[in-house]
């Protein structure tokens, strides 16, 4: 069946250095994929989302890649900030308009 | 002030009751949505609701039921038929057919089961 993998589950990076999570698909026929973030006890809110029809989005220190032939997307967090600590989810949208989500990462910050 | 309630937040049941979770927008979104969040699964689609008066079947509707009476409301009913009711549940609510992209989430109900 359709679904998305997120990977690593836990991702600990020191202040300051660059963090990435990726995200393969199985549905070819995806043509959206936001990015939310949750922190502890709070709801998930979109960071970023890019559609099928570009490569790359960039806002401020965040940044989303796809590769449509390959079926990955990925999340680049540069100058990482304690801030930054939460739970990263991945989705993809599939042909009926809903959306099916990756696992989750775990993002830790180091001091 | 604009957003997406859900009540309430922490819910106690024990074995062979139902209970109903309530969620209210005033976004003014045509679509809302039920997830279930359990550790290390990401979001799962119980119900979704694109206009008033229908509704679909996501994922796990196994043991949930819904209406869609209001356009402002999406109250989603936890029966004694779900084998496993103890989670974490998410309601949101977007633009239909997910023309916006975007989702907005509530804070979340805890139903625990004792």
């Known amino acids: 069946g359709e679904n998305v993998e997120q990977h690593p589950s836990t991702l600990s990076v020191q202040e300051g250095d660059s963090a990435v999570i990726k995200c393969t698909y199985s549905d070819s026929a995806s043509n959206y994929f936001p990015w939310y973030k949750q922190e502890l006890g709070k709801r998930p809110q979109l960071i970023i989302d890019i559609r099928s029809n570009v490569g790359e989005k960039k806002d401020q220190r965040i940044a989303v890649t796809l590769n449509k032939t390959a079926k990955h997307f990925s999340l680049h967090i540069t100058e990482t900030q304690p801030e930054d600590s939460a739970v990263y989810f991945c989705?993809?949208?599939?042909?009926?308009?809903?959306?099916?989500w990756g696992a989750g990462t775990k993002l830790i910050i180091k001091p | 002030d604009g957003g997406i309630t859900q009540s309430p937040k922490y819910l106690f049941r024990k074995e062979g009751q139902n209970v109903t979770l309530s969620c209210e927008q005033n976004?003014?979104?045509?679509?809302m949505y039920w997830y279930r969040q359990d550790p290390g699964q990401g979001l799962r689609l119980i119900y979704y609701s694109q206009i008033v008066n229908d509704f679909q079947k996501g994922d796990i509707a196994e043991g949930y039921s819904v209406s869609r009476e209001k356009k402002e409301s999406f109250p989603l009913t936890v029966t004694s038929a779900q084998k496993n009711p103890t989670a974490f549940y998410l309601c949101?609510?977007?633009?239909?057919?997910?023309?916006?992209?975007?989702?907005?989430f509530g804070e979340g109900s805890r139903l625990t089961v004792l």
């Open positions: 976004l003014n979104h045509d679509a």
């Open positions: 989705a993809a949208r599939r042909s009926n308009y809903q959306l099916i």
């Open positions: 949101a609510s977007g633009g239909a057919w997910g023309d916006t992209g975007e989702l907005f």
